[in-house]
């Protein structure tokens, strides 16, 4: 009786902690642009608060819409950058001329938008619970005076995928007089086979007669969005983030999966000190 008492302490326990990681991750987009100071450029130091609202569709079948209020929390200076699940120590970049340069970080990050638990939707029923990992990589940023090019590699440290990812996209921001800032963005992740089959396959102990086998393999996402960006004072900011990512075919062949996009739209406010 005390191994159970134990086991369901812990089991509430993981459940908060997914819960506080999942709400930070939700404005990480954020507090990415409010981490800027008014030239663009990072502060040598800064602290910021703020709470954002998170309404997203995942693509599971029968899977309702969540929408959800988050505080946010953040930190940045010349070394690190936290910014809700992740967390980024900054590597010495590389000047290519007056307006390029090649910015190089080490990352870790909590994946709080993966999983599910089988109460989520009906065809998840009967399902062993999918849980969110800790990854960890490298990224790379080339800023080339006209556009962002982005890419990074993360891997599951927390080894339950064992999968790995690979992105790369494009940015461009467009600021609008003193306050409004504009940045569109498009790119692509892959995601390797493990990763597909931990999150979207359908092992044999789950098969049912509208769920049959399924074993995933390696996909190609596309993604796109906006991010507006307005700022009220000098350290007052709001934020509208808009985006949908299509996903890859290997995905939306899943027995688990009844739309082919997933998306996500995000009204925040940051406080920087």
């Not at 700022?231 to 009844?258: M, N």
Request: proline share 4%.
């Amino acid at each position: 009786m005390q191994a159970l008492r134990c086991d369901a302490s812990g089991h509430i326990l993981f459940r908060m902690a997914s819960w506080m990681l999942f709400v930070a991750g939700l404005c990480s987009a954020l507090l990415a642009s409010a981490s800027e100071s008014p030239d663009g450029r990072p502060p040598s130091s800064h602290w910021g608060l703020g709470v954002g609202v998170s309404n997203q569709q995942k693509s599971y079948a029968g899977i309702d819409r969540d929408t959800t209020a988050v505080p946010v929390i953040q930190f940045e200076n010349r070394y690190v950058r936290w910014l809700g699940p992740l967390l980024e120590v900054k590597m010495p970049g590389l000047a290519l001329s007056d307006r390029q340069a090649l910015d190089l970080s080490l990352v870790a990050v909590y994946d709080v938008g993966g999983g599910y638990e089988d109460d989520d939707a009906r065809i998840l029923r009967g399902m062993d619970d999918r849980k969110s990992g800790l990854w960890a990589g490298a990224s790379a940023v080339w800023r080339t005076g006209l556009v962002d090019v982005s890419a990074r590699w993360i891997t599951d440290l927390s080894g339950y995928s064992d999968g790995q990812r690979v992105s790369v996209g494009l940015e461009k921001a467009w600021r609008l007089g003193d306050r409004l800032r504009l940045a569109p963005r498009l790119g692509l992740v892959w995601h390797d086979d493990k990763f597909v089959d931990y999150y979207f396959g359908v092992r044999a102990n789950e098969a049912r007669a509208d769920r049959p086998l399924y074993e995933g393999e390696a996909g190609i996402n596309t993604y796109l969005g906006v991010q507006a960006l307005y700022r009220l004072g000098r350290q007052h900011t709001v934020l509208l983030d808009v985006s949908a990512t299509r996903l890859a075919p290997e995905i939306q062949d899943s027995p688990l999966v009844d739309r082919s996009t997933e998306n996500r739209v995000l009204l925040g406010y940051v406080y920087r000190f």
